[in-house]
């Protein structure tokens, strides 16, 4: 219960559920069973894994869920592209973030929490109808609210991943030498979503305004560990959460060109795998260390690491995975020269992508669909210095990416940009790299304005061509990443 809950005088009367009709208009003619079927795939295409059902339809369709957690946000968004969530009958987020039924009557127009049920564990959706809640849950539930706070501070680029409440105040206390609680399932979940909301801000935004931040929920994090939880259960989390927070992190280092300190945080991702036996956290820490490794110049650790991810990811049963680590080292292959590997790594990256997502795929893989593997492709065809075939995959990759990627979406359209420019179609480079400009005060990427920065140097012999001139003085009117 909140502070506010406590000194209220006067309840907030309950109010009647307004349904939803716009949601069920989309459901069209399909039961709600269908429709949550056709829910789950859509999931399943992005790498999200939601436990959606009937009842969880009829929920929404009745009110009750005036707006969904941000799971299922890009699910539905991805369902029905172009819309925001007010088209699709949703309250804006900001009228209902952090409202919470506070009788057991005033069920009707709650915030969804995050919870996605897909992280590891037995998960136990939130209904304030079930009297089996949890306090642990319901503490979750609680602290979500606050990790809302502390990652958005803004709209556009305006993003922080500032200290997490649970987690902060773990590692205040250590740091004070004061005692630490034993970590709880609470801290588990707490955990887990920071590095989804990692991710999701990445997503739209790029690395840059995050990193300043990040590495202050990272020490917390291990702070939690060194507490050490009384389930082992627990602890295993614990350590996964762990290790996925300092991958993130460390992504977040890589993306904004400090190579060193993301090469430091993959291996401390790795050393936590390696402790507690979790091959699947070992796989995306080796998988994270082959796309570091090739962008630092070092393709033959690009090649090894990869290896080494497949080898240890095999038996995990994800062919999207496995697909993602082929690309790894197709990128490593492409940056030794070697067309004829590259070229094989690449046919076995787009076969194993073909046979399509399931259950076994990792939740961190949802930025891995179609366009991702069309970008990265371009990546390889550019540095083998094949510019036409570059600029056809970074075209295609930009065309099928989900508006929800916004950082993608500048990334493929810069590689666009630069490889019309190799190429000797100065025009053409300079409209994709006008529209990778407009994207900017969305996305802070020192990559995408690398890129960029090669691009408008390739493009100055070439003032005269038809925009050319345009980009070039826009471009330099920009202000750099500190």
Avoid at 188 to 211: K, N, P, Q, W
């Amino acid at each position: 219960m909140t502070s506010s809950e406590l000194t209220s005088s006067q309840p907030t009367p309950p109010r009647p559920p307004r349904p939803n009709l716009v949601f069920r208009q989309l459901r069209g003619q399909r039961s709600p069973a269908e429709f949550a079927a056709a829910v789950r795939r859509a999931a399943r295409e992005i790498g999200e894994r939601v436990s959606c059902d009937a009842r969880y339809i009829g929920r929404v369709e009745a009110g009750e869920i005036r707006c969904p957690n941000y799971a299922y946000e890009r699910v539905f968004l991805h369902m029905f592209p172009g819309r925001t969530l007010t088209d699709l009958g949703f309250a804006p987020r900001s009228s209902v973030r952090g409202r919470r039924a506070r009788t057991t009557g005033e069920t009707q127009g709650a915030y969804e929490p995050y919870e996605t049920q897909n992280s590891p564990g037995p998960q136990v959706p939130y209904d304030p109808h079930e009297h089996h809640e949890s306090h642990a849950l319901h503490e979750n539930y609680e602290e979500s609210d606050v990790l809302r706070r502390a990652f958005m501070t803004g709209g556009g680029a305006t993003v922080a991943a500032a200290s997490l409440s649970p987690i902060g105040l773990a590692f205040d206390a250590a740091a004070a030498g004061r005692p630490v609680r034993r970590p709880g399932t609470h801290d588990a979940y707490a955990l887990e979503e920071a590095v989804r909301r990692i991710r999701l801000l990445d997503d739209r935004h790029g690395a840059d305004g995050l990193y300043r931040r990040a590495s202050e929920p990272l020490r917390a994090a291990y702070a939690l560990l060194d507490a050490g939880a009384t389930r082992q259960t627990t602890a295993d989390r614990l350590h996964s959460g762990a290790g996925e927070l300092a991958i993130s992190v460390g992504w977040l280092a890589h993306d904004s060109g400090r190579f060193d300190d993301a090469r430091s945080h993959y291996a401390e991702a790795l050393a936590t795998a390696r402790m507690t036996g979790d091959d699947a956290l070992e796989a995306h820490a080796f998988c994270n260390t082959a796309f570091l490794a090739r962008d630092a110049g070092r393709p033959r650790e690009a090649v090894r690491a990869a290896q080494a991810a497949q080898r240890v990811a095999r038996p995990l049963g994800s062919a999207r995975l496995m697909s993602l680590l082929a690309l790894r080292e197709a990128g490593g292959w492409a940056g030794l020269a070697d067309r004829t590997a590259c070229e094989q790594a690449l046919v076995r990256a787009q076969t194993l992508f073909e046979r399509g997502p399931s259950d076994a795929d990792p939740e961190w893989m949802s930025f891995y669909g179609e366009a991702e593997l069309e970008g990265l492709e371009a990546q390889c065809w550019s540095t083998l210095g094949d510019w036409p075939r570059a600029a056809r995959h970074a075209r295609r990759a930009a065309q099928l990416q989900n508006p929800h990627f916004t950082r993608n979406i500048a990334l493929y359209t810069a590689e666009l940009a630069d490889d019309l420019a190799r190429g000797g179609r100065p025009d053409e480079a300079a409209a994709a790299g006008m529209r990778v400009l407009d994207l900017l005060d969305q996305v802070q990427s020192s990559r995408v304005q690398t890129m960029l920065a090669g691009t408008a140097r390739v493009l100055l012999p070439h003032r005269r061509a038809s925009g050319v001139s345009g980009f070039l003085e826009r471009h330099a009117s920009q202000p750099r990443t500190a």
